[in-house]
């Protein structure tokens, strides 16, 4: 099976005065302006390393939510975050890392099997598979 899904971007002008807008295929996020002041200035608007992050945070909650379903576990929650790092390399930027945290109910699992079926998403998940960068997980269990 294979999918294909699609963003879409415009941008217009120079690097620093100008302007884009992002939008995605399913029409969720529709035009939202995006720049450097966005970017690099914490100005209102979304930038790549939050759409990101946003895309990370789904694929690794979904991942884990099917294995936790392979090993006869179902989550009652499963809160993700990804926190992705932009560096100045050189004469450009890299994203250098992609920081997983994650709050979890899960009614059954035991402290070392939520830690080592979590681990295992982190791996698996698409996105992380993505990046070209150090993926760390900071992980909790809600009892």
Not at 115 to 119: G, S
């Given at each position: 099976m294979t999918i294909t899904k699609f963003g879409t971007a415009h941008w217009s002008g120079g690097l620093k005065d100008g302007k884009g807008e992002v939008s995605t295929q399913s029409g969720v996020l529709e035009q939202q302006p995006?720049?450097?002041n966005t970017r690099f200035e914490g100005r209102p608007?979304?930038?790549p390393e939050e759409l990101l992050g946003a895309a990370h945070a789904a694929c690794f909650a979904m991942a884990l939510s099917g294995i936790l379903g392979g090993a006869?576990?179902?989550a009652t929650s499963l809160e993700a975050k990804s926190a992705i790092v932009l560096e100045k390399q050189g004469e450009g930027f890299a994203i250098t890392s992609a920081?997983?945290?994650l709050e979890a109910e899960i009614p059954n699992a035991t402290e070392e099997q939520f830690?080592?079926?979590?681990?295992k998403a982190k791996a698996g998940c698409p996105v992380s598979k993505?990046?070209?960068a150090t993926i760390t997980l900071e992980a909790r269990l809600k009892t």
């Open positions: 995006y720049g450097f608007g979304t930038n006869g576990l179902t920081h997983l945290t830690n080592e079926l979590a681990q993505l990046f070209n």
